[in-house]
């Protein structure tokens, strides 16, 4: 029998548009063992939605055509009931990265709707959140229904799905270690490479390079403060069985001069930077002396429970100083690994690998239900 | 509802000791929703078979209890009736490395009984093996049994998986590269060392030491002649899209001189190396002059539809000459990731990372059927 499933899909952004792309290739080619109709397409203010629940036609899917020809998106409560009508078994994507959408995953997965997504905010913000979304899901044996998120934690690099296992067939993490933000390890293993390192470079050089390339967020503050590496770090941290109350109830060390953390615009900030190149010089420099170079990084040490962010020294032959490009790199320290890390590396960011992992977790999901 | 799953498992030697010690750790664990119920434990000569299903006791297990209190073990026909009279959803776990075992998958299949193993010879062999093994499963849609074995290849690791994610949501594999025995791990660390070369190793000498370390088979020949590497390589090939007719049908290079392929005992082989060992000694310079190790590694090229197995140098910085104690490492170079790969890195083989890999299959199984 081929099962049937709808899926509605919030946020066309660049992981969104990706998604859709990937989502209808796999459509086609396993037309034969399920039938998947997308019955919604939102964005914040319009959105495409098959009343009858016969699939939108999804190529070529362009998002503006969604402002164009949507009508007023369904309000949350409106989307479950809407879903629940269909008789078949949902899910739900979330492309976005709002915190309001994540809020409501407890009742999406009460009323037996599937999640899959990359967004963060649900289970890197308060510990309630996350308590009340694996309450309300059917990971554990409950009757909600899955959620999955792979992709919040080095995009389509099999890092959760890792750590998941490690835990449930009785392993023990002792220790993860890596560089978790594609745009951190580009500054650094540019700013501070193992190898030609004879005319070193000024950080504001660099991160204006990155901004330049569209490695950074539009105000490179929003990478610079290492919030997005402590918002991956305790989701790692809760898969690790740690309590972490919040991305800011540990130490993480930001990149932005004081003075700089208050000035109104990304230009202004960027012009100020350069003021502060010696202090990062300086930092550098003394890691160099000892024959090593600097990387940032988070690192949880789980007997100890203590998690941090920040900048930390390697030597030249260790794997996180030998990174390149905008690698991340994972490392997990179990009892039975023993002293030589299980590691993960590859493109942590980037619309194409992201919206793979979120499909990987759409097929993952289908595969658990009938 | 709490699940109910019958398991039986094949073969209790150290992977299959290993993997009941964290199988009875996981029943306990997830007693309230799942009850799992080992009913039948084999090995060649006897078994213990739970005739009305009641779950056999497990913990403290002693391998050896099998052959003392055990009676004759089932055929296969006669095993896979008992399984299907249960009622029960029904798992095997073959914890062996047995191609008669494996030649009766497709009949296990399509019984609907699941198999979760660490056992290449199913996956590795014959090509029509591997065919009639897919299509009697029901990992494409089919009535039968799910097979996973993800032990097959790197242990633990979670090398088909991933090979498997990438597959399923569209990327095109473009190249596997990778280190695949820990035993050729361990040999070429050691007699290659990128750093510490100054006093060269000679090559039988380190073969000796492993062999006493028990890191190779009890003939160390089973490892040099390249065939496990080889096995795993065919599994990889086959998921990248490649037919591969057998495991000796693509260049595989042996490290047993000529002469020593013929001799009885492995102790007239360990005797014999020495001789040879000016021949390694030459390999390794010659790749030394040109600021590179050796390492015995396996390849695939997917466009060219090129697989091969054998010696290649590497220069100091690449991930592969970079390797410490026998670590498996495996690079996934797909049209996604562009230039730079998805590494998996870490213990390829050992007992308890096998059984893990197992046991992390039977969970998915679980997970799949209700």
């Known amino acids: 029998m081929v099962k049937d499933i709808k899926v509605a899909i919030i946020g066309v952004g660049g992981v969104g548009k990706a998604f859709v792309s990937q989502l209808y290739n796999y459509i086609e080619k396993n037309a034969s063992t399920v039938s998947i109709s997308v019955v919604y397409i939102g964005r914040s203010s319009s959105a495409l939605i098959s009343t009858d629940y016969s699939p939108l036609r999804l190529t070529p899917f362009v998002a503006e055509e969604v402002d164009k020809t949507g009508t007023d998106p369904l309000s949350i409560p409106d989307l479950i009931k809407f879903l629940k009508a269909s008789g078949s078994e949902t899910i739900l994507v979330d492309n976005t990265s709002s915190i309001e959408l994540a809020n409501t995953y407890p009742d999406i997965l009460s009323a037996g709707i599937h999640i899959a ?12 959140l996350w308590n009340d979304i694996f309450a309300a899901s059917g990971n554990n044996g409950g009757k909600g229904g899955y959620v999955f998120h792979e992709a919040t934690v080095g995009a389509g690099l099999p890092v959760l799905s890792t750590i998941r296992d490690l835990v449930d067939t009785g392993d023990e993490i002792t220790k993860v270690e890596g560089v978790f933000s594609g745009t951190m390890s580009f500054l650094f293993n540019e700013f501070a490479p193992v190898v030609g390192s004879e005319s070193p470079k000024a ?21 610079l403060n290492g919030l997005d590496v402590a918002r991956k770090l305790t989701i790692l941290a809760r898969l690790s069985g740690l309590s972490i109350a919040s991305p800011t109830s540990f130490p993480v060390e930001s990149l932005i001069p004081k003075p700089l953390e208050s000035v109104a615009t990304p230009k202004e900030f960027m012009d100020g930077l350069p003021t502060y190149d010696s202090d990062m010089g ?14 940032f990084v988070g690192s949880i040490d789980v007997p100890s429970k203590a998690v941090k962010v920040g900048l930390e020294k390697f030597e030249y032959s260790h794997p ?6 905008s690698d991340n790199i994972i490392a997990f320290y ?17 619309a194409e690998v992201t919206a793979m992992g979120v499909l990987s977790d759409v097929i993952k999901i289908i595969a658990r239900i009938k």
């Open 117 to 128: 997504t990359p967004n963060k905010k649900g289970f890197s913000s308060e510990e309630k």
């Open 282 to 295: 300086l930092i550098s420099n003394e890691a160099r002396g000892e024959g090593k170079v600097i990387r």
């Open 203 to 223: 950080f504001s050089d660099v991160v204006k390079v990155a901004k330049d390339a569209g490695y950074t967020e539009p105000d490179p503050r929003d990478d």
């Open 334 to 350: 179990t009892k039975r690994y023993g002293d030589r890390a299980l590691i993960i590396q590859g493109a942590g960011a980037g």
């Open 320 to 325: 996180i100083a030998g990174l390149k490009g």
